[in-house]
């Protein structure tokens, strides 16, 4: 206290001149009227220990009055400049001994980032008027958790409390739009980070009081807003939205008068001014404690195991768009350490997906990542080899590698063009890793989340899925909140610029690989960009349709090229793009000018090699367990 005020003279002499504790030299009020001793010096000054460390507590207490004994004796020396007596205590209790205060616990021990919370406070507008119908949602969150994150589940309340019990339909997140409390827009390109992100970017700004209003400046938080459109609601689902949303003040609780809104009768230029950004928060609802509370619940901890990997080397040929795989060692290929999740995380229609913590031994921390391996693939018997996982698994690599170069492609000729596109989409960077399962390494046998059992896999696997290994597909870990922009073989043709811009995206895939191939079954979460590129949607889990049906799981030949022709709408942003139409001709034209040549064909296995990997052999028994 006496080191931040040293500038000062007045505060440090009210400091100085304010009644002490004699023990420990604490400033307050409510001492003991005998001893002017605080509690604790009282209980130590009568032989009594709070607890059993109290002498390592009473060592380190000692340690914090030595280091507070300098700052005791610069502000001496700075009253004694300015002319002010350097008397500690007042005439009356100079009995007391003239020791510097000793810190707090809250300023003792100061809480690590990663316990750092930050209040956010979210209520619903409709037009001008906030809805009090669907309440406040209000708690303390994670500074690591994301915004995303937070307004889903601020909408699966007000869904499950009001909502859904006046309406047919449910709120999701493309019926809202965030704002700051007050109806104001938020810096851009902040509403996917992180809330810790989200507060530092806004109150960085030279007009953060917009945001933040004159509130205690230690105290973080937040007041949003989510304005609902309640028209595009009902063009969406079809559904009416309640009565009481529908832009008017019916069922409006009454106005209480408060000194803000009535007129005053000394004059407006003595009425109370109204906050501007934030409004006053109850002293209930301060978190007093650093503990976290991002996911509503102390989160499960799931057992992890220790493995191996060795990270293959991918590059994909600039001719034929084919993924060359190496997982040579010696050469570029990359052996690293890995945590595993035992448990499965999600399941998706065709693969599990497990939590996995990599150390690439580069000095950084690990890195979060989801590890992606195959349950289903469409055989007849329904189960999965350790080849077919690998080669589908590399499919999938080659279709994000491609796709992103196809979207770099659509955004260099949207620039060319002049066109109004959303440039916030990127395709999910990714690893191929393989487990290393040689005698002498950690984990020498497969994991627990590949389903192999040890023995299985010693004795009565086939050479065929030792040469294969035990693959999975590695993408960075992102929100689990997922956009759809298009169905595998139904499109989504609504009017908004990702919609048209996704629609575009796959109407240009088509036109540049000379009808061969068209990307569908978009869809995307919010996350972090390839090569440090910031904060996007990644499009991730894509599907092709292709005219040989071999580009990986969910193509279905020429007939998902001929029913994307079908249901693709163009619309203005295809204008934009001067994109040419798509008709069944084209693609008829296409195959015969293609008939005995490959040229023309999206690479990928042959319809014959595809059917070999899904056979069923009734005698081979390398099945997952």
């Known amino acids: ?150 307004i889903e589940e601020c909408l699966r309340s007000w869904n499950e409390d009001f909502w859904e019990r006046n309406s047919e339909g449910s709120l999701s997140r493309e019926d809202v739009s965030l704002r700051w409390c007050g109806n104001v827009m938020p810096e851009p390109s902040t509403e996917a980070r992180t809330v810790g992100d989200f507060y530092d970017v806004h109150y960085s700004q030279p007009h953060r009081l917009t945001y933040f209003g004159r509130g205690p400046k230690t105290l973080k938080a937040i007041f949003l807003e989510l304005v609902i459109d309640v028209k595009g609601f009902s063009e969406r689902t079809g559904c009416a939205p309640p009565s009481q949303v529908q832009g008017t003040s019916k069922g409006r609780p009454p106005k209480r008068r408060d000194r ?45 195991e220790r493995v191996e990997l060795i990270v293959a080397s991918t590059t994909l040929n600039p001719d034929d768009y084919t993924l060359a795989v190496s997982w040579d060692v010696d050469r570029d290929a990359e052996l690293c350490k890995a945590e595993f999740s035992q448990t499965v995380s999600w399941s998706g229609k065709t693969k599990h997906v497990y939590l996995v913590d990599v150390d690439f031994k580069n000095g950084k921390p690990s890195q979060s990542f989801v590890a992606k391996w195959f349950f289903d693939i469409g055989a007849q018997d329904g189960m999965v080899t350790c080849t077919q996982n690998a080669h589908f698994l590399t499919l999938e690599a080659q279709r994000l590698e491609l796709g992103h170069v196809y979207l770099i492609e659509f955004y260099k000729h949207a620039r060319n063009q002049g066109a109004d596109v959303s440039t916030d989409f990127q395709f999910s960077s990714y690893l191929l890793a393989r487990e290393n399962t040689e005698p002498g390494c950690d984990g020498a046998h497969p994991s627990k989340a590949s389903g192999i059992s040890p023995e299985k896999w010693k004795s009565d696997w086939p050479f065929s899925d030792w040469d294969a290994g035990i693959v999975w597909l590695l993408e960075p870990l992102r929100s689990h909140l997922v956009d759809r922009w298009s169905g595998t073989l139904a499109q989504l043709n609504r009017q908004n610029k990702r919609f048209a811009t996704m629609g575009a995206f796959a109407h240009f895939s088509m036109l540049l690989s000379e009808m061969n191939i068209v990307f569908v079954d978009l869809q995307s979460s919010y996350g972090n960009l390839r090569d440090g590129c910031g904060y996007g949607r990644v499009l991730f889990d894509p599907m092709t349709h292709s005219k040989t049906g071999s580009t990986g799981v969910g193509d279905h030949g020429a007939e998902g090229l001929s029913t994307f022709i079908d249901q693709h709408k163009c619309t203005s942003i295809c204008a934009q793009l001067d994109l040419e139409g798509l008709s069944e001709d084209q693609l008829v034209a296409e195959n015969h000018e293609g008939e005995g040549e490959s040229d023309g064909e999206v690479p990928g296995k042959t319809r014959e090699v595809e059917a070999e990997l899904l056979s069923s052999d009734s005698e081979d028994e390398d099945k997952h367990s």
């Open 260 to 304: 803000s809104t009535s007129p005053s009768p000394l004059g407006t230029q003595f009425k109370k001014p109204r906050p501007v950004g934030g409004t006053k928060l109850p002293t209930s609802v301060i978190p007093r404690l650093a503990v976290s509370s991002s996911a509503g619940a102390t989160p499960s901890v799931q057992p992890h």
């Open 1 to 150: 206290m006496l080191k931040d005020n040293e500038s000062n003279p007045d505060k440090v002499a009210q400091i100085m001149s304010a009644i002490h504790c004699g023990g420990c030299g604490t400033v307050g009020k409510y001492f003991d009227k005998e001893t002017r001793l605080c509690g604790r010096c009282q209980g130590l000054a009568s032989g009594e220990k709070d607890s059993p460390d109290a002498d390592s507590e009473n060592d380190t207490a000692q340690k914090i009055l030595s280091q507070m004994a300098g700052f005791h004796q610069e502000a001496q020396k700075l009253m004694a400049a300015a002319g002010i007596s350097t008397r500690t205590v007042p005439p009356g209790n100079r009995h007391i001994a003239n020791a510097p205060a000793a810190p707090t616990a809250a300023m003792a021990v100061a809480p690590s980032s990663g316990d750092r919370l930050i209040y956010v406070s979210i209520e619903a507008r409709v037009g001008k008027q906030i809805c009090h119908h669907l309440g406040q949602v209000a708690r303390s969150h994670s500074a690591e958790r994301l915004v995303p994150e937070i």
